[in-house]
């Protein structure tokens, strides 16, 4: 009984930890006129796919990042999914959203 509740806390942990790495904020370039998304730890979000939520309401939208970091707006992503101008993934127009649950003490949150 003893090493199913200690394996059950350390998956716990993990994910906490885990998620703890895509907190981060948006960035916006001038020179470029482009959104890019850093993370708490100094690096950004790259060639890939990232739930955020914005606003902490609980509900995060999907962003596509291209391999220099950049948020792809308005069109089709290389893997041909549709995200809107302002760079969520939509289905027949409708943004792509995925519950998230944060702890509101330090405005992380997790998914």
Known sequence: MKGI?????SVIFSVIFIANAYAGMWRY????DRWWYSYDDGTW???EWVWIDDNYDGIAECYCFNREGYLLMGGWTPDAYYVNDYGAWTVGGIVQTKAMWHDYYD???YN
């Not at 370039?29 to 470029?32: R, S, W």
Request: glycine share 0%; net charge negative; no cysteine.
């Open 5 to 9: 509740k200690i394996a059950i806390m």
């Open 29 to 32: 370039e001038v020179n470029t």
């Open 45 to 47: 979000a790259a060639n």
């Open 107 to 109: 405005y992380d949150w």
